[in-house]
C-alpha cells in the first residue's frame, strides 16, 4: 500500500489528542449532578454490563475519521493486469528420454500437468503458443488465445527420438517474430528440456538470438541425475541425466530465468508462478473511493447510535 499524498496521513496525530480529550471528559463531574447518599451502594449492586456501549459511539467516530484522512491521502495498491497483444511460447521437449519415472508418474506426464496449471492462470488475453520437439520440431503453433487447442497438442506428445532444443528454440522465436525484428510487443518463451541437445542448432546460438530480438527465455531443466529409460537388451537401461547447465546459460544469454527441477509439484508450482505472472505488469490503483466510503459509513453509525443512546452527536 502506498499514498499519492502522504502529506495528509499527518491529521492523524490528532487521534490521540481526541481520545485524550474525550476520556478527561468523561472523568470530569457534569455541574448538574444530584448527590445522593446511596450511590456508592446503588453502583454496587448495579450490573457492569453494558458499560461499555456507552464507548461505541466515539469508536466508531475515531476510526470513521482515520478511514477519511487515509482516504484524503489517496491510498494506492499495485495490482497485476493483462499487457495488451502479449504472447508467450511453451517449448516441450518429447525426446525419449521424457518416458523416464524419476519424476513421477513421468517427466512427460508431468509437464501436460504443470502446463494444463500454466493455462489456467495465464490471463484470457494472453497469446499462447506452443512447440513440440523431439529430434526436430514436429509440433508448431502460432501464439493464440485458444488454450483447448495448446492443451490437445500438449496431451499429443508422446516421447521419442532425439533432443534439438535449438532448433525448437528458433522456431519459438519465429512464431514470435515472423519477420525477424525486434517489436515492442511484449512476448517470452517458456522452454523445457531434460536432456543435452543431441540434434541441430546449439541452444546458447538460438539464446543469443532471443536477445537480439528482445525475447526472454525462462527454461525449466527437468528430471534428476538418477534417470533412466529402458535400452537394448544387452545394455540395460540407459542413464538420461538433465543438463541444467546449458538451460541455466540459455536462461541468462536471453534475459529470462532458470529453474532447477527435480519432482513433479514443484514443476507445477513454478508453471503455475510463471503463468501468473508472464502477460502481465504491475500497475498501481487508486483505492480512494473504498476508504471514503467505508469512513462515511462508519461516520453515519456513529451518529446514528450516539443520537439513540444520548440524544446528541459523538
Known amino acids: 500500500m502506498s499514498f499519492a499524498t502522504p502529506l495528509a496521513l499527518l491529521a492523524l496525530l490528532a487521534l490521540p489528542v481526541a481520545i485524550l480529550v474525550y476520556r478527561m471528559r468523561l472523568r470530569r463531574p457534569r455541574r448538574d449532578v444530584v448527590r445522593f447518599p446511596g450511590a456508592a451502594t446503588l453502583a454496587a449492586v448495579a450490573p457492569a454490563r453494558g458499560r461499555w456501549r456507552r464507548h461505541v459511539p ?6 470513521a475519521l482515520a478511514a477519511l484522512v487515509l482516504a484524503l491521502a489517496r491510498p494506492q495498491t499495485t495490482v497485476a493486469v493483462a499487457v495488451e497483444r502479449a504472447s508467450i511460447v511453451l517449448v516441450t521437449d518429447s525426446s525419449g528420454s521424457m518416458a523416464a519415472t524419476d519424476v513421477a508418474p513421468s517427466r512427460l506426464d508431468a509437464v501436460r500437468s504443470a502446463a494444463a496449471v ?14 513440440g520437439f523431439s529430434s526436430t520440431p514436429h509440433t508448431v503453433a502460432r501464439p493464440t488465445t485458444d488454450r483447448d487447442e495448446i492443451a490437445a497438442l500438449m496431451a499429443a506428445l508422446r516421447a521419442d527420438g532425439g533432443t534439438a532444443t535449438g532448433e525448437a528454440l528458433t522456431a519459438a522465436l519465429r512464431a514470435l517474430r515472423p519477420d525477424g525484428g525486434r517489436q515492442r510487443t511484449p512476448a517470452a518463451v517458456l522452454l523445457l528440456s531434460d536432456g543435452r541437445t543431441t540434434e541441430g542448432r546449439d541452444p546458447v546460438e538460438a539464446a543469443r538470438e532471443a ?10 531443466s527437468l528430471g534428476t541425475a538418477e534417470g533412466t529409460v ?8 540407459l542413464a538420461v541425466p538433465p543438463d541444467p547447465a546449458t538451460m541455466r546459460r540459455v536462461a541468462q544469454l536471453s534475459g529470462g530465468r532458470f529453474y532447477d527441477v527435480e519432482d513433479a509439484g514443484r514443476l507445477s508450482a513454478i508453471y503455475e508462478r510463471l503463468g501468473s505472472r508472464l502477460g502481465t505488469r504491475q500497475q498501481e490503483r487508486e483505492v480512494t473511493a473504498a476508504f471514503a466510503a467505508g469512513g462515511l459509513v462508519l461516520l453515519l453509525g456513529a451518529v446514528s447510535l450516539s443520537v439513540r443512546r444520548f440524544g446528541r452527536l459523538p
Not at 500454466?118 to 512447440?131: I, K, W, Y
Not at 529402458?230 to 537401461?237: A, E, I, K, L, T
Open 58 to 63: 466515539a469508536a466508531l467516530f475515531a476510526l
Open 211 to 220: 536477445r537480439r530480438l528482445g525475447i526472454p527465455v525462462y527454461t525449466v
Open 118 to 131: 500454466f493455462l489456467d492462470e495465464v490471463p484470457d488475453e494472453l497469446l499462447v503458443g506452443f512447440v
Open 230 to 237: 529402458p535400452g537394448p537388451p544387452d545394455r540395460g537401461p
